[in-house]
């Protein structure tokens, strides 16, 4: 009989359950996505937990009927306990500890960025443990050696924004509205990315850590120096060149780690991996190296309940159960 693994997953502004067989066979993954704060310009925290609340019980239903399995078949439930928005965290983590201590179940409290790190092994469950993974979204971007699940060496971060984050302040500025990572990717498909020659923040410095302030800084001022109508006919040009600095600066640095490191596979995790241009430019320089290149499909590359019942999955085998008694942590960081 599969050991079944119920996910969930509240950390920002997506509600998502899962169930998922033997930490790589997915039999159901529900995100509902709350399209309401794209009004604010961002996600504001006290909205989001109030619509977990409302969600989490009829998605958890969804979730079981679609894997067609009760609590009963379940073995495991993991949640988020962070990083994230500590309202969020809370609704996810207290609603599966209340269905552990109601069923016996034994329960994993899961690091949502060892999640993104677990939906790769989804996606490819003969993925080398060994391998480079950068991991980009809206609060993070890391480059991490994952030696095996739960053994991870952080090479390099940002000093300030996340790449996410500065693509979501560049289409707030430019009028695409948010989320802004798909909406620029989508539009830079119709423009000239070596139309205007934005910098690349850090591409000869600090190693294998980042800063997107400056690039984003960029291109603000360049925004400002222009007509409203200079806007209007080259905003296409304008977000794609922003794009191609941020994505090109992104692949040469995990390009230089692999290379360091001497793996043989290379991953990508988080949100921003579902950026078309990032896999298209690091797929080329990782294939002209001989080096293998994976990411999973978009749906497990947002926020989802998957990553975290497969990372749960490997945690609860690796060291056991979480107390529960273990709280969120909305600072948390990889490898705690």
């Given at each position: 009989?599969?050991?079944?693994?119920?996910?969930?997953?509240?950390?920002?502004?997506?509600?998502?359950?899962?169930?998922?067989?033997?930490?790589?066979?997915?039999?159901?993954?529900?995100?509902?996505?709350?399209?309401?704060?794209?009004?604010?310009?961002?996600?504001?925290?006290?909205?989001?937990?109030?619509?977990?609340?409302?969600?989490?019980?009829?998605?958890?239903?969804?979730?079981?009927?679609?894997?067609?399995?009760?609590?009963?078949?379940?073995?495991?439930?993991?949640?988020?306990?962070?990083?994230?928005?500590?309202?969020?965290?809370?609704?996810?983590?207290?609603?599966?500890?209340?269905?552990?201590?109601?069923?016996?179940?034994?329960?994993?409290?899961?690091?949502?960025?060892?999640?993104?790190?677990?939906?790769?092994?989804?996606?490819?469950?003969?993925?080398?443990?060994?391998?480079?993974?950068?991991?980009?979204?809206?609060?993070?971007?890391?480059?991490?050696?994952?030696?095996?699940?739960?053994?991870?060496?952080?090479?390099?971060?940002?000093?300030?924004?996340?790449?996410?984050?500065?693509?979501?302040?560049?289409a707030k500025l430019v009028g695409l509205?948010?989320?802004?990572?798909?909406?620029?990717?989508?539009?830079?498909?119709?423009?000239?990315?070596?139309?205007?020659?934005?910098?690349?923040?850090?591409?000869?410095?600090?190693d294998f850590d980042f800063s997107f302030?400056?690039?984003?800084?960029?291109?603000?001022?360049?925004?400002?120096?222009?007509?409203?109508?200079?806007?209007?006919?080259?905003?296409?040009?304008?977000?794609?060149?922003?794009?191609?600095?941020?994505?090109?600066?992104?692949?040469?640095?995990?390009?230089?780690?692999?290379?360091?490191?001497?793996?043989?596979?290379?991953?990508?995790?988080?949100?921003?991996?579902?950026?078309?241009?990032?896999?298209?430019?690091?797929?080329?320089?990782?294939?002209?190296?001989?080096?293998?290149?994976?990411?999973?499909?978009?749906?497990?590359?947002?926020?989802?309940?998957?990553?975290?019942?497969?990372?749960?999955?490997?945690?609860?085998?690796?060291?056991?159960?979480?107390?529960?008694?273990?709280?969120?942590?909305?600072?948390?960081?990889?490898?705690?």
């Open positions: 009989m599969s050991f079944l693994t119920l996910g969930i997953e509240t950390s920002c502004d997506e509600t998502a359950v899962a169930v998922v067989a033997e930490g790589t066979k997915t039999l159901s993954n529900i995100i509902l996505s709350q399209a309401e704060h794209a009004i604010f310009g961002g996600v504001v925290p006290e909205i989001a937990s109030r619509k977990h609340v409302s969600a989490v019980g009829p998605i958890y239903k969804r979730a079981l009927s679609e894997a067609n399995v009760s609590l009963a078949d379940i073995d495991l439930i993991a949640a988020t306990k962070g990083p994230g928005l500590i309202g969020c965290l809370l609704v996810g983590l207290n609603f599966a500890r209340g269905l552990s201590l109601a069923s016996g179940k034994a329960f994993a409290a899961v690091n949502h960025l060892e999640g993104h790190i677990a939906a790769n092994f989804l996606a490819y469950p003969e993925l080398d443990p060994h391998h480079l993974t950068l991991l980009i979204s809206g609060g993070h971007t890391l480059l991490v050696e994952t030696k095996g699940f739960g053994n991870y060496v952080v090479l390099g971060q940002t000093r300030d924004d996340a790449v996410g984050e500065a693509f979501d302040k560049v509205g948010y989320p802004g990572g798909a909406k620029i990717d989508a539009l830079s498909k119709e423009g000239n990315p070596q139309a205007i020659k934005f910098p690349r923040p850090m591409a000869h410095s600090g302030s400056g690039l984003k800084t960029a291109v603000a001022l360049y925004w400002k120096s222009i007509t409203e109508e200079q806007r209007k006919a080259s905003l296409a040009d304008i977000v794609a060149s922003f794009q191609e600095a941020a994505v090109d600066i992104l692949a040469r640095k995990t390009v230089a780690a692999a290379e360091r490191l001497q793996v043989r596979s290379v991953t990508l995790s988080g949100g921003v991996a579902a950026n078309s241009r990032l896999r298209e430019l690091l797929g080329e320089k990782l294939e002209q190296r001989g080096i293998n290149f994976f990411y999973p499909s978009l749906n497990l590359c947002t926020d989802n309940a998957a990553m975290i019942a497969a990372a749960g999955h490997f945690q609860y085998h690796r060291i056991g159960s979480s107390a529960l008694s273990e709280d969120s942590d909305p600072s948390l960081r990889l490898g705690c």
